[in-house]
């Protein structure tokens, strides 16, 4: 998160190369000169300095496929029938489905066989059909699209970016996972046709029906489609196809038919149904449907906007700059990043906080135009005189108080002598003289009203809350903070952050703090001691979590129960989580029981950490499996402090964080299982929010010789293993005995065994999973291609290549790691949604299977958990201190993590092939390259989408030994396509000429 200021998406939005742009690939070659010493060219300055003084742009990608078409020919049979059937066909499986598939349904259809010739000039019908390879290794395995529109009969120029569609973006560290636009999206609609398939661009990528064939029964009652087309309007990122039994049990108390999950093409009229995984067709997302009559639209941002009340706004605001004037002032657009900063003025309500956007287009115009006023309404003879009769309604230039500054305001009242004013730009309201009132200029009507409003999320049922008012007018009025956007529309739903002390402040979560009810939370006082203590999770630092009897504990426990009853009796799908946030506060299950949970990090849209604040588990599940806290309940509930208590204990000479495997485990199996446990408090320490304590397994808390901690302290527990380090951050696990599951099967609790680690002292306030993972700016650490391991001596297969189109092709790719122009690491954009479908499930699968030693080798594969994802990686080396280096085989960025962080990398994840390419410049002469010419490299290259026309391809065995000359192309620019090449020669030429 601190690094969200200056993340992202993407501004700029052009689709495909221009004939008239299209410059000389050879393009300026460099001399071939030393770097050391040299004088930065004047053009260039203003663009090192500027990066080296603030963090790289992030942005997530945009995904696309790319694809180009063969050719077949066939034998005599008649061309005509059977082309009206197929687009008879695709007209009842518009999203598409498997080539292979296509014999079987038309035979079903139409009684009689297809000709095996058709199949083959399927690729040649680009009037009824379009053929599209897959990734996969097996080129037989094609998906058939209806036709696109052709709206033009004239040859298109060349295209460098197809159409594509949207899908969730992978990373881990940037913090939006929302759907991108392509490059082919992001500018006002060709005329051109295009290469890829035609859907809609909120349908997912390679959008297919069922590889099964149809089966009886052949539809679905209205009913039971009414009631699943219910649960996926809940989930707009896309539901796994098995999670429906389950999710529809608990919402609708029946059972899903059975033959519905083998039949997943009789919901084609509701959902697009993905198939992230050709070689497992039962693992399938599925997608509602858009509804085009929704009498909904997007505007130029992107934003969400209700077509009639777009159209009230406009007219009240136009209504409102027209008094006593003809001009109108344009619509306020809210910003496209995600994490855009802003200031918050007041809140008189949570659900209308009053902000005004920081940065280019915003505060920085408002300046310019206030300048602008302050000069153009001088004390000069020629300045203009006050309103004689200002209007209500009417807007007028003010000079304020301070007598130097000329704003811009509404008029709200008028008296005798005073005038009561809304200053439009900067959200308040005051009573000034009618001397001081002037008429607006209509240059003055250009930029919008910068004063707007939000909505905090999760604050809603509480929005006029003194507690929370008061909480909120405490942490975050007239502060600069970051906001993150979570809906766009007329007043945008958002999730405030402030970012200036060393740990990041959730502020929506702090305030719903605020209606904690602090004679719930349990007694702690120091030498006090405690019985009936239950130890509820024993972390792999050392950490304890415990739960004491209370007031609190004895009142959840009630409100939770009733919870169970009253989900027994609902038969309804308003309780499922359909946007999850960091700091939201609902349900999940526990040990079979709705327990109280904390979204901790987003992993994409369907993966999320949570953490069970009433007994200190933190757990990856998906988010199906959670649910909103029931209205009749929520208050009572929020009322309640967390039950879990964090506790250490005292007097042993090794801190939290040393612990050794043998010594966590030997404490789980002493007190995890015991429910008479007993406490006395020594410490209290306020800034680590920690108890420190003496435990016992009985009430003999009188005799410290009877401890936990003395039984330890002369013990052997504590000596270190050779070669093991272990830290604070190493999450540990419920024993096996009392919670966790070895396999990752899904249970009633939390989807397997749950994480139980310590609460993080920094919450975790960005998505995991929104876009490619590289190194930022000049900090990156990659710096050059890993070796050539050796063999592999596990059984299991490396992921097949990864497909790419011979050379003088032109690919999509986002660029996840930039070193300098002859190194950097590509990404292609065809599979990126299946890499964020991959992780999610890696998270799933790792963070509910128990830790076990790993023999780790040089240059073999693994998984390895990097911050909060698990990577698919390489080992480049293990030290002697228990860390290991390694090299991540799809975002190309080399890491230190500890050798407890390393798991088996299982077959299930080596199908996908690895996504990350090593890559060149194509254009320039092999040259030393200076930080300089790095820093302009990295700033127009890394983490952006661009087009790689392909120069030469080095293959290899291995993926991580193949790389690509490329010439890279940024087509963000309306006007003119930019060759990186070119820019990069012109620096090394004005670095020469300077000389």
């Not at 029938?81 to 007209?91: A, K, N, S, T």
């Not at 909904?296 to 009240?316: I, K, P, Q, T, Y």
């Amino acid at each position: 998160m601190r690094d969200g200021q200056s993340e992202g998406k993407t501004g700029a939005h052009p689709n495909k190369m221009s004939n008239q742009n299209t410059p000389s690939r050879k393009g300026n070659t460099p001399a071939e000169k030393s770097d050391k010493r040299m004088t930065l060219p004047s053009r260039f300055q203003k663009e090192v300095h500027a990066h080296l003084s603030r963090n790289s742009q992030q942005t997530g990608p945009p995904m696309n496929l790319n694809e180009s078409l063969g050719s077949g020919k066939g034998k005599p049979y008649n061309p005509q029938q059977v082309q009206g059937r197929i687009r008879e066909i695709l007209g009842k499986y518009s999203n598409g489905f498997w080539v292979s598939k296509l014999p079987q349904i038309y035979r079903e259809l139409y009684k009689q066989d297809m000709p095996t010739e058709a199949i083959k000039d399927l690729e040649t019908w680009t009037h009824i059909c379009t053929v599209e390879k897959t990734c996969s290794s097996n080129p037989s395995e094609l998906l058939l699209y209806p036709a696109k529109e052709q709206t033009t009969t004239s040859s298109p120029p060349p295209i460098l970016k197809p159409n594509s569609t949207t899908a969730p973006v992978p990373s881990s560290n940037t913090p939006g996972d929302k759907p991108m636009q392509s490059p082919a999206q992001q500018r006002p609609p060709s005329t051109h046709p295009t290469r890829s398939g035609s859907r809609s661009p909120q349908t997912p990528p390679s959008s297919s029906s069922s590889p099964s064939p149809p089966s009886s029964p052949a539809t679905l009652s209205p009913d039971l489609k009414l009631k699943l087309e219910e649960l996926l309007v809940k989930y707009s990122n896309g539901l796994w196809a098995h999670a429906l039994p389950k999710l529809f049990q608990d919402t609708y108390k029946f059972k899903l038919p059975g033959h519905v999950l083998e039949n997943l093409h009789l919901l084609s009229d509701i959902c697009t149904i993905d198939y992230p995984m050709p070689d497992n067709p039962k693992r399938a997302i599925l997608y509602r449907r858009s509804s085009s009559g929704d009498g909904g639209g997007e505007d130029e941002n992107c934003n969400r906007r209700n077509s009639s009340a777009s159209e009230e706004e406009l007219r009240v605001r136009q209504e409102l700059g027209r008094r006593l004037s003809n001009h109108a002032v344009p619509s306020l657009q809210i910003p496209k990043e995600e994490y855009p900063s802003v200031l918050v003025v007041e809140a008189t309500n949570t659900n209308g906080v009053i902000l005004r956007y920081i940065g280019e287009g915003y505060s920085q115009a408002q300046e310019s135009m206030e300048d602008e006023m302050r000069e153009f309404y001088g004390l000069n003879q020629s300045s203009p005189t006050p309103l004689s009769s200002p209007s209500s309604g009417q807007l007028v230039a003010v000079r304020a108080e301070e007598e130097e500054e000329i704003l811009r305001a509404q008029v709200c009242e008028v008296m005798a002598d005073k005038v009561k004013v809304y200053y439009v730009d900067h959200g308040f309201s005051e009573v000034i003289s009618k001397t001081k009132v002037f008429e607006l200029h209509e240059k003055f009507f250009q930029l919008p009203f910068q004063a707007t409003k939000c909505k905090l999320a999760g604050l809603e049922p509480f929005c006029q809350e003194p507690a929370v008012l008061k909480k909120f007018e405490t942490m975050a009025s007239g502060k600069i903070l970051l906001a993150e956007i979570l809906e766009r529309g007329q007043t945008p739903l958002v999730v405030l952050y402030d970012t200036s002390q060393d740990d990041d402040v959730n502020i929506n979560a702090a305030c719903m703090k605020a209606l904690q009810d602090k004679t719930l939370a349990s007694p702690l006082q120091v030498n006090s001691a405690y019985m009936n203590v239950t130890v509820r999770s024993v972390c792999s630092d050392g950490t304890i979590y415990c739960q004491l009897p209370s007031r609190g504990l004895a009142k959840l426990n009630e409100i939770l129960e009733n919870i169970e009853t009253y989900f027994h009796s609902q038969v309804t799908s308003e309780f499922l989580v359909s946007r999850p946030f960091c700091g939201k506060g609902c349900l999940a299950r526990y040990k079979g029981k709705w327990s109280r949970v904390e979204i901790t990090n987003l992993h994409g849209s369907r993966v999320l950490d949570i953490l069970f604040i009433d007994v200190g588990v933190q757990a990856s599940v998906e988010v199906f499996e959670l649910r909103e806290i029931p209205p009749p309940f929520l208050r009572d509930l929020m009322a309640i402090p967390p039950q879990a208590v964090k506790c250490c204990l005292a007097d042993l000479a090794v801190s939290v964080g040393s612990w050794t495997p043998d010594a966590v485990q030997w404490l789980r199996e002493k007190v995890l299982n015991t429910t008479d446990c007993s406490m006395k408090v020594a410490k209290v320490d306020e800034t680590k929010r920690c108890i420190y304590v003496h435990l016992f397994t009985d009430k003999n808390f009188h005799d410290p010789a009877r401890s936990l901690n003395h039984q330890m302290a002369q013990s052997d527990l504590f000596k270190q293993q050779p070669d093991v380090f272990l830290t604070s951050h190493s999450p540990g696990k419920i024993s096996t005995a009392t919670l966790s599951s070895k396999t990752p099967s899904t249970s009633d609790y939390t989807n397997g065994s749950p994480t139980s680690a310590s609460v993080p002292a920094k919450p975790h306030l960005r998505r995991a999973l929104s876009g490619p993972k590289g190194g930022g700016g000049g900090s990156t650490t990659t710096t050059s291609p890993p070796e050539t391991p050796s063999a592999p001596s596990s059984s299991l297969q490396l992921p097949p290549l990864l497909e790419l189109p011979p050379a003088g092709n032109n690919i999509d790719v986002y660029v996840s790691v930039a070193c300098h122009p002859g190194h950097f690491v590509l990404q292609p954009w065809r599979d990126m949604y299946k890499l964020v479908v991959l992780m999610g499930e890696m998270i799933l699968y790792y963070n509910k299977t128990e830790e076990k030693p790993v023999n780790i080798e040089k240059n073999q594969i693994y998984a390895a958990k990097v911050e909060n994802s698990w990577h698919r990686v390489l080992v480049k080396g293990v030290l002697t201190n228990g860390l290991v280096s390694v090299y991540e085989l799809d975002y190309g960025k080399h890491e230190l993590v500890s050798c407890t962080q390393l798991r088996p990398l299982i077959k299930e994840f080596r199908q996908l092939p690895f996504q990350g390419i090593t890559a060149q410049l194509a254009g320039l002469k092999p040259r030393q390259w200076s930080e300089e010419a790095s820093i302009v490299f990295r700033n127009h290259v890394e983490k952006k989408p661009l087009v790689a026309q392909l120069e030469a391809i080095q293959e290899a065995t291995n993926a991580w030994d193949r790389k690509l000359t490329v010439f890279l192309v940024d087509t963000s620019q309306e006007e003119r396509d930019i060759w990186v090449h070119d820019i990069m020669a012109e620096f090394a030429d004005e670095l020469t000429n300077e000389l």
